[in-house]
């Protein structure tokens, strides 16, 4: 028998019920090493249950888990570890105060005599491990002066210096730019040639077809798709996550007019943004390209007041706009919905109605007391309009699902009558429902006549969704173009070849 | 009345019934007309400045100045009255002009300057007190004004004036957390102020406003307690902006800002105003009152920060609840399909 042939862990039918929900029911996967295993599903579909089960979070209620055939318990996340299982959370475990190599042997600092830290040890030994995985980080280096990307090849370093044979990874790129996940990728695959097995975890299709080896979809805690059933590809994929069939997952409706709503001349920002120009028609959508840290939410933060104008200027309707801050931009009919929803879109101590009226709170006041009526009638009125789910308006939004909390952040923006609406990464995190949820609003709010800026790492979308492309580079736009003229090589050349991280940072 | 009689309400007045029914059957005499009324007019100063406390706290911020500035202000009031011959009611709208305008600095320098409100509140803790022992050689100046003690012993229908202070400013506080704009901003900014901004709301202004507010409430607080004594000293309200603080918390308002019923304040406040009159009329050394005043706050915020947990442990007490519970969790993430 090959050893390949032969799974280092297989999980057999297990099950795992939390109060009134069966989270995973009679879920089998079988983890080859030198193989990775797309691990995919909506949320609430069983997946994190999963993780938390292999990595010794939660114990299972019934079924087996082998590890080389033999059954074994993984009664605590130390055992796990013990059993060589790495899992890298979407949370990272990392203290940002000390250094790569500190980090990378956290808890498991060598030592000398009286329990002494062997320093040299440490550095030698994190060295080699970055060395073996090709990681270019200095192990003296502050973690918290590292990107996102380069504090996750931290976790997978520990993960590997830790001699984990299955690793796994939920939701790696969420916070990754383009050339940033390629650089996963490569790692991930030497990781496989030297015969690890890999568990990953994305709502990314592109990169997971570009990446995994086989596919396990989960739906409402049960397996719907075993691996090996059939080839990994996207259109399959995402008919077995939903349960039914998409003819189209960028359902795009063209509806730009000749009428220009917003016209950016020259504009430029103390965060690096400089001469941006172009002009925003009705019912359009411009797509912005460009890596994380190119300065494409910084031009929209720019539009939006949030950092003053040092050059340039705004027109809406033809009429230049004076802009002092978010205040007089959301006036104009300007609105700007965050990358991260969750530092800075929702009020955590808000309901769904405070969350969707915290942008128009002036029209609700008559010398400053609010309409509470008009408010929670408004508010509901828009809930069903974007079929939130039932009761969101009256529970807190951290209770809601985070597509819901999409449409809750983007009601907000319908409230104040938005007639430009910035989305910055706004089906970043949330599953392929929710995701098309999102791209049929962008459909009906441009058949409404509202313009959309559309920021995405995911260039299929954003090639999708786009009726123009702009590629934005060290702040500026280089190109706008439309997205039929446009090859994913084009924008791929055009944004992997600057190697900045300064825009996060700045962030 | 459903956004006022939340649950953020309920819990602190339920802690309350239970203790007030325990110091009832434990003490003969709490129930005494008496006591009541002395136990009125003792919560009513402590639970005025906790308005402006909890205001500060809901915006995200915290203010321990207020004890020392109601030192400075009764010896600027009994300055103005007694030494320098100004009219009374002149006077008393001079400190609650004052009062506001100390405390919408804290909010400048808070918000504008971007000093945490700790440290610039501490420092005004500090030198407050500094500024208050300046006047009259740092003594305390006695028998202000005639007007003045009725202002805090008066009564009107037979009931003391100070309850009506109480029902006055927190019936306005509470109309304008729940009512108002600038209630709705102050809320919005101690939740989360980057999303604040992002809404267009004013987060710097807001701060501002919420300071100044604290800074009339401690004024209001001020003058009671001038009257109550009929005198201003520079060493008046010690600890008051902590017990302002504590009855905040003992209410349930999160420390982290955006949270909390300002009516659980003035709850929290009787919760411990009744505490300590029970340790009183028991004759417990103001040690041990002290010690257990302490325990009173942890238990409280305690019982807060576990709220999840204790909620869990007794549903699973109860397995039909809490089985429907995740059944709506469940639906609740399901819907987005």
Redesign the interface.
Known sequence: MQPSDEPLWDIVEVSKA????LANDKVSIRLMPGRIHGLLG???CGKSTLIRLLSGVDRPDSGEIKLRGTPVSLANPTAARAMGIATVFQEFSIVSTLTVAENVFLGRWPRRAFGLIDWDAMRRRSREVLAELDIALDPDAITSTLSVAQQQLIEIAKAVSAEAQLIILDEPTTALGLDEIEQLHRLLRRMRAKGHAILYVSHRLDEVTALVDEVTILR?GRVVRAAGSTAVEVDAIVSAM??GSVHEHYPKERNTRPEPVMAVKGIASGKGVKDVCFTLHRGEVLGLGGVLGSGRTEIARAI?G?DPLTAGRIEIDGKALRLS???D???AGLA?V?ENRK????????DGR?NIS??S??R??TF???N?KREDAEAATLARDLEL??GATEKSVQ???G??QQKVVIA?WLLSQARVLILDEPTQG??I??KL?VYRLINRLTAQGCAIVLISSDHEELMAMSDRIAVVRQGTITDIRAPQEMSHADLVRATTSDNDHEGRTAA | MKRILDAQLLGPLAAMGLVTLVVALTTDRFLDPGNLSNLALQVSIVSLIAIGATIVIFAGGIDLSSGSMVALLTMVLATLVKNLGVPFWPTLIGVLVLGTMLGALNGVLTAFLRIPSFIVTLSGLIAYRGLALMFNNGSPIFSLDPNLEPIFYGSLFGIPLPFFYLVVFYGAATVMMINTRLGREIYAVGGNPAAAKLSGINVRRVQTYAFAIAGLMTAVGSILMAARLNSGSPNYGQTLELQAIAAAVVGGASLAGGRGNILSTLVGALTIVIVQNALNLNAAPSAVQNVILGLIILVAVGVDMWRAEIARTLGSLMPGRSAEKAREVRRGASSDR
């Open positions: 939390y109060p009134g929900v909506e949320n609430g409402g939903i349960g939006f949030l801050g978010p205040a931009a959301i006036r700007l965050t530092t800075d879109g929702l009020f955590f101590n808000f405070a915290s942008a709170l002036p609700f006041a400053g007391f609010l509470l789910s039932r209770h809601l699902s597509g819901n907000r949330i599953d429902g929710a949820a």
